[in-house]
């Protein structure tokens, strides 16, 4: 039984995977990393520098696929430690509800969220972060701002893919969209 779970065995090949996201719909965790206050409220927000699916090169928040048998706290916790390293020290709740459920679709006029590989459905999440952030991995770059830049019109256009709105709705979410 134990097998079944161990998500390293849970990759599919390239081929695989190509094949799987034509058929269905694949599960993903969404993370905006924030650092707060000692009252909880949003002090800043970490956006990535990384490659998107689209090709282009564009600020983005943690986000990864959820492995067969893997739970998703599991999920976000190997997600953020891939992208923000391994001492972010992320604070993810005890209670999993997220904040938003978003749809990502080929066609980028069905929900305005856009991944051009695949239809996928992903749960997405606030997490304070308490230590030490690096880019990794796929991760060319990461800043932290303010609420208000994160929600300008300028940090928005540096997001592809509905990305940008998905951090105003996470504002709004933690009572901090300007």
């Not at 039984?1 to 190509?18: I, K």
């Not at 990535?48 to 986000?63: F, K």
């Not at 976000?76 to 509800?97: F, N, Q, S, W, Y």
Request: hydrophobic share 45%; proline share 7%; charged share 25%.
């Amino acid at each position: 039984m134990e097998d079944l779970l161990e998500s390293s065995s849970s990759w599919l090949s390239d081929d695989d995977l190509r094949s799987a996201r034509e058929r269905v719909p694949m599960v993903y965790v969404n993370a905006v990393p924030v650092r707060t206050n000692d009252d909880g409220e949003i002090r800043e927000v970490g956006l990535l520098l990384r490659g998107m699916p689209d090709g282009t090169i564009s600020r983005a928040i943690v986000t990864g696929r959820v492995l067969y048998g893997e739970r998703i706290r599991a999920a976000l916790l190997r997600h953020i430690e891939k992208d923000l390293g391994a001492v972010a020290l992320p604070r993810v709740p005890v209670i999993l509800t997220p904040f938003t459920v978003v749809e990502y679709f080929p066609d980028p006029s069905v929900t305005g969220f856009h991944d051009p590989r695949q239809h996928a459905v992903s749960l997405a999440f606030i997490v304070p972060v308490a230590g030490d952030c690096a880019p990794s991995q796929d991760s060319l770059d990461l800043i932290w701002v303010t609420p208000e830049q994160a929600a300008s019109d300028q940090m928005q256009a540096e997001m592809t893919g509905g990305q940008g709105r998905l951090v105003r709705l996470a504002l709004a979410a933690g009572a901090r969209l300007p």
